[in-house]
Nanobody
């Protein structure tokens, strides 16, 4: 499975941005789709995930502001980010997990929140 993240941008505080992650290759059998982020000088942080059944989870710092969704037909999943804050500035990575615990990562896309 290859993952291609897109939607990078510079946004003012309070603004919105949507990231996309398109899966290609053999995207069948993905059990979990997720987003992580890594800010400068920090470790990689869990942002959100969605299971094949549609159950979602969010990191505490983004609850109520971010929303994860997926379009199975397009083999694409999304991260809608609202009310963005400077602390949301990071490189965002998408991840897919297949049965058996195989992880696949996208290349990362930069999100900068600044006035």
């Amino acid at each position: 499975v290859q993952l291609q993240a897109s939607g990078r941008g510079l946004v003012q505080p309070g603004g919105s941005l949507r990231l996309s992650c398109a899966a290609s290759g053999r995207p069948g059998g993905i059990s979990v789709r997720a987003w992580y982020r890594q800010a400068p000088g920090k470790g990689r942080e869990f942002v959100a995930s969605i299971t094949a059944g549609g159950s979602t989870q969010y990191g505490d710092s983004v609850k109520g502001r971010f929303s994860i969704s997926r379009d199975i037909r397009l083999n694409t999943f999304y991260l809608q980010m609202n009310d963005l804050k400077p602390d949301d500035t990071a490189v965002y990575y998408c991840k897919a997990v297949k049965a058996g615990g195989l992880d696949y990562w996208g290349q990362g896309t930069q999100v900068t929140v600044s006035s």
